[in-house]
């Protein structure tokens, strides 16, 4: 039965709802590639985007088909790398519309999906993630329900992907049938034993006990490479659990996609420089690391602020990444074609400030440049200028910048004619300026000229649920940088990083970590590796918001707290039929003894009408 007869027969209007239309999931606005282009020019804008599939449109805007990074490999392989899309791509994509059910996708053998109106042009594209998040957020709408168990079910099932679960003792709590049909173990086989004996050179027990979430990591899985997630499951502060997912079968495509590539960039050295120079600025907010709803509602707004052309105002403590926002932003802009110029207004000194920033003509003063120099702001024509740290701008150039936006136009430093500015604005800082307004240090009316659109960037100890993300980036580059062998931290340290306050934010946390990797002998990172600071909030009680942040929420989770209470109750039938022997329990159950020892753990009896409490929330992830 599929999701949608399952939820037809509960609830019919509940099914057609707002809630579950596709619109609201969707990736709004995705990039697009047109027929004439040819698959080493789509290959090159992939690897740009960091995307794996482009939507091919013709002259028209109308949805022609996808091209992925599977096909392209294809072709790729068959020297077809020169080839224009216009002779490659056929009208046979899947595509829904914005109004569709998400449910309607579920049973779809597809990764992504395209989402057109009425004309066939594309407006959005629909991923698995954005399909999971819609499924997650469902099974909260329908927990009430009498046959949520059952639809969770089917949720799971109709995955794509192999989807394993793993409890704190590395024992298989979920094996769905995807995996099932990889691997050829049926999931009554699986589910009770160890995951190392069930999947080949899995980690996921290794996860377990570092909480280190890995993602798109390569595993060899009965011969054949995989690409897989291993992501732990944390409650209450500690790990419980870890979910392992099978995201792409035969990497070895990978490869040689990978080596046709990096010869083509070999012969473009010449351009290399300036295309690395150019990468920093071209960053995306997907690039900025974080899934919490704090870093999520940044985005959003940041998202927005970048389709106009309005002043923002970037506030958060240092460290916190404001200069990374400004670049998302100023690469989603009008402005993206143009540069991006950063301005340290707090490392220009006074007297300097206005050549720096208008620029100069020859002769302007002693030591001036023959035939001038082009300031900040001349640099930044047609593009984005930061000025970063604001606050520290001198009462005098405040006045100057304030006439500049409002005139669209600036002088140079000795200079008789005025130069039309046509730049988007973008300021950032970490004081208050309103405090430093009644103080006398900030103009009144530059504030409100500046602050059209604030973005107000949280401290990393308002968003912990992203610190064990980071640290997993971070640690990984950093071992990668120094070139030494991966290291790991224990899910004790991981929670001693989650606790501390990071005063200094992602730049501190950053710090400590390339301090514990070039100083620490081996492999492991344990909590008395860590620097003096952390070992004494290592003790310290995370608040319940804290804790809250850092607890992991998936479909599976809210299908083990529905089913957890008939398996105890089936574990309880089971022993009183074996007189109370656990080796015979066992074995009518079909579990090792091992196993029915772990879950008799949590789990106790009332002397009076036996009814089953949980200790410890057995199967809560």
């Known amino acids: 039965m599929s999701i949608k007869d399952i939820i037809q027969q509960e609830n019919q209007e509940f099914y057609t709802a707002e809630f579950l239309q596709v619109k609201n999931w969707m990736t709004p606005n995705p990039y697009c590639i047109r027929l004439g282009q040819t698959l080493r020019a789509a290959g090159e804008m992939m690897e740009q985007l960091k995307i794996d599939s482009l939507p091919v449109i013709d002259d028209n805007d109308q949805l022609i088909g996808l091209l992925t990074l599977k096909k392209l490999f294809s072709y790729f392989l068959h020297g077809k790398e020169n080839v224009k899309l216009i002779h490659c791509i ?80 590395g024992v298989l709590l979920e094996f769905n049938e995807a995996y099932s049909r990889f691997t050829g173990i049926q999931r009554a086989d699986a589910i009770g034993r160890h995951v190392a004996e069930v999947i080949d050179n899995t980690h996921l027990h290794i996860t377990v006990k570092t909480g280190i979430p890995e993602r798109g990591v390569i595993q060899n899985i009965q011969g054949q490479d995989m690409v897989v997630h291993r992501i732990p499951i944390w409650n209450e502060g500690k790990v419980t659990g870890a979910i392992g997912m099978l995201i792409f079968e035969g990497v070895s495509e990978v490869y040689k996609i990978y080596e046709t590539l990096h010869k083509g960039h070999v012969r473009g050295k010449k351009r290399q420089s300036f295309s690395l120079k150019q990468e920093d600025s071209r960053m995306t907010l997907d690039q900025i690391i974080g899934v919490s709803e704090e870093i999520s509602k940044v985005k959003r707004i940041a998202r927005k602020a970048a389709r106009t052309t309005a002043t923002v105002l970037i506030t958060g403590e240092s460290g916190t990444g404001k200069e990374m926002f400004a670049k998302s932003i100023h690469h989603l802009s009008p402005y993206s074609s143009g540069p991006f110029i950063s301005v340290n207004c707090g490392a220009i000194p006074e007297p300097l400030f206005e050549s720096e920033l208008f620029g100069y003509e020859e ?29 520290e701008m001198p009462l005098v150039m405040q006045t ?90 224990t899910s004790a340290a991981v929670s001693s990083f989650i606790r501390h306050d990071w005063k200094g934010n992602i730049r501190e946390m950053i710090n400590t970590i390339e301090q514990l990797v070039t100083l620490v002998e081996g492999n492991i990172i344990d909590v008395h590796h860590l620097p003096e600071m952390m070992k004494e909030k290592s003790t310290a009680l995370v608040t319940n918001n804290d804790l809250k942040d850092t607890q992991a929420i998936s479909v599976i989770q809210e299908a083990k707290n529905i089913g957890k209470q008939k398996e105890k109750e089936m574990i309880i039938k089971v022993l009183k039929e074996a007189g109370g022997s656990k080796k015979k329990a066992a074995e009518m159950l079909g579990i090792h003894r091992t196993t029915l020892y772990q879950k008799l753990k949590n789990i106790i009896f009332d002397r009076r009408n036996c009814v089953v409490m949980s200790l410890h929330n057995f199967y809560k992830m």
């Open 400 to 489: 100057k910048l304030l006439r500049v936006l409002q005139e669209k136009e600036a002088e140079r430093v000795g200079g008789v004619q005025k130069y039309r500015v046509n730049v988007r604005i973008i300021a950032a800082t970490n004081r208050d300026l309103r405090e430093m307004m009644n103080e006398g240090l900030f103009r009144e009316d530059l504030y409100y000229r500046l602050n059209v659109i604030q973005l107000h960037v949280p401290p990393l100890r308002k968003r912990r649920k992203d610190i064990p993300i980071l640290l997993s980036y971070y640690l990984k580059k950093l071992c990668e940088k120094y070139q030494l062998q991966e290291k790991h931290v």
């Open 363 to 391: 002769g302007a003063f002693t030591g001036a440049k023959r035939g001038g120099k082009q300031g900040k702001l001349e640099l930044a024509h047609n593009g984005t200028i930061l000025l970063d740290e604001i606050g």
């Open 90 to 169: 056929k009208r046979n994509v899947k595509a829904v519309r914005p109004t569709d059910s998400i449910l309607s996708t579920a049973p779809l053998p597809y990764e992504q999906l395209l989402v057109v109106d009425e004309c066939k042009k594309v407006v959005g594209i629909l991923s698995l993630r954005d399909m999971m998040d819609a499924y997650c957020k469902l099974v909260h709408r329908l927990q009430q329900k009498k046959n949520t168990a059952d639809v969770l079910r089917a949720i799971l099932e109709s995955a794509y992907e192999g989807i394993a679960v793993v409890d704190q003792y």
